[in-house]
């Protein structure tokens, strides 16, 4: 029998419906147990979020500041796994505070340590550096990374900037106005995500994840937009500015942090929507000259490579 565990954190549950697509395959094998654990911090993070608090979150989300987690079931506690899911959303272009804080704990440690791991990813788009982030976090727990999916939602960025602040705001996965595309990962890509399950079957059985990765690539686990690479890069220089500065006007909620908050959500608005288009524009100029390096880059990006 092959003990794999999916470890969660989801707040509209759409995160969950595509690690359940994905492991679906898995559990045809009656050589498969699955077990879920799911991560609840102490202090919810409520949703459908209000507007202050979904940008206050952004000081402790990018510097990877922990919060307190509940503690696992004990069911979770009591079996060795032979591979573990870890679905995880990206806040701020980092591992969401309730993921980044499972892995900084001693239950990951105890769970995750040379173990396999699959990353899956739902997000908007912006999860390459997120990703780079993760692969530190789990070699400090030494687990090991054989794979990673990601489903986004694959609109043009500006309108999913729109849609998904609309959802967040609302709870509600809908058409914004009944004009606009409905927000997040499409629910074709969210069904059609138990196609990834047969390779991991397949290399979890033989116990060998050596060509998972390539395998997970050829039905599409993975897409790496070269302009939201370079875009990434950028913004998480720039995050890693406001978000030192922000750290030191105060606590979450507080008066004096919350006009930074303010000013930082200004600063993002302009950024998106002024300062992105000229660098896009930039970026097709001098397209050909890079084009060397962004293939290296797109491959990189796309695997469970980790740069020294
Ligand atoms: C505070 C916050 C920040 C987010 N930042 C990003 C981001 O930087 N990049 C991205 O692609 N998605 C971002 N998202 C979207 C999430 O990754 C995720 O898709 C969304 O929260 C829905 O997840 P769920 O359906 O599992 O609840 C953010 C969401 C929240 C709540």
Redesign the pocket.
């Known amino acids: 029998m092959k003990n794999v565990l999916v470890v969660y954190y ?6 969950l419906e595509i690690a359940k697509n994905v492991v679906s395959t898995l559990e045809i094998s009656s050589e498969i147990s699955v077990t879920y654990h799911q991560i609840k911090p102490v202090k919810k993070y409520d ?1 459908p ?1 209000e507007k202050e608090t ?1 940008f206050d ?1 952004f000081p402790e ?1 990018f510097l990877q500041i922990p919060c307190k987690l509940e503690e696992p079931q004990p069911e979770v506690l009591s079996k060795k796994y032979d591979l573990v899911i870890l679905a995880y ?5 980092t591992p969401s505070i309730p993921i980044n804080s499972f892995l900084k704990s001693e239950t990951a440690k105890q769970l995750l340590k040379d173990t396999p791991v699959v990353t899956v990813i ?6 390459i550096q997120a990703q780079e982030k993760m692969k530190v976090l789990l070699q400090e727990v030494q687990a090991k990374l054989v794979g990673n999916i990601v489903l ?1 939602d694959r609109h043009i960025n500006h309108i999913s900037v729109i849609t ?1 602040e609309k959802w ?1 705001f609302s709870g509600k996965k809908e058409s914004y106005l009944g004009v606009f595309p409905k927000p ?1 990962v499409s629910q074709k890509d969210i069904d059609e995500a138990t196609k990834f399950g047969k390779p991991i079957l397949k290399d979890l059985l033989q116990g060998d994840y050596k060509n998972l990765q390539y395998n997970l690539l050829k039905i599409g686990a993975v897409k790496v937009k070269p302009f939201l690479v370079l875009v990434d890069k950028r913004a998480n220089v720039l995050f890693g500015k406001w978000a030192n500065l922000i750290i030191k006007k105060g606590k979450p909620g507080e008066k004096k942090r919350l006009k930074w908050i303010g000013y930082f959500n200004k600063y993002l608005k302009f950024a998106i929507w002024c300062v992105a288009p000229i660098v896009f524009i930039v970026f097709l100029l001098t397209y050909l000259p890079f084009l060397g390096q962004i293939k290296k880059d797109q491959k990189y990006y796309a695997s469970v490579d980790q740069k020294l």
């Open positions: 989801t707040q509209s549950g759409q995160l949703f979020w979904f979150v989300s959303q990206i806040w701020y272009l739902g997000c908007r788009n912006m999860w986004v998904i967040m997040g």
